[in-house]
């Protein structure tokens, strides 16, 4: 399976975007993508994750009411809305595929991952 994450860029505090994954080469049906971020000096963390019914969902606490998470599987792409964006945000933001759907989709269980897009936020 391949994954390309797009869509990220630079804007202020406050500001919203929207970053794609577009997933290729899996053959098997069912699958879970999940976005994770990794800001300088920091450990990777979960954001979001979709399984690919869109029927289980989850969000990390600090992003909450803020990102939505969704797919469009006639186009094998899986999107992030971010609103009300923080300079806390700021961060290459990752998208990542599994198998199984796991509560709080750590990030462990992630096999395979895209390449990153970066995230600025100014205060």
């Known amino acids: 399976v391949q994954l390309q994450a797009f869509g990220g860029g630079s804007v202020q505090a406050g500001g919203s975007l929207r970053l794609s994954c577009a997933v290729s080469g899996w053959t098997k049906g069912y699958y879970v993508i999940g976005w994770f971020r990794q800001a300088p000096g920091k450990e990777r963390e979960g954001v979001s994750c979709?399984?690919?019914?869109?029927?289980?969902?989850y969000y990390a606490d600090s992003v909450k009411g803020r990102f939505t998470i969704s797919r469009d599987n006639a186009k094998n792409t899986v999107y992030l809305q971010m609103e009300s964006l923080k300079p806390e945000g700021t961060a290459v933001y990752y998208c990542?595929?599994?198998?199984?759907?796991?509560?709080?989709?750590?990030?462990?269980?992630?096999?395979?991952w895209g390449q990153g897009t970066l995230v600025t936020v100014s205060s």
């Open positions: 979709i399984n690919s019914s869109g029927g289980n969902s």
């Open positions: 990542a595929h599994d198998k199984l759907w796991q509560i709080a989709c750590p990030r462990a269980s992630f096999a395979s």
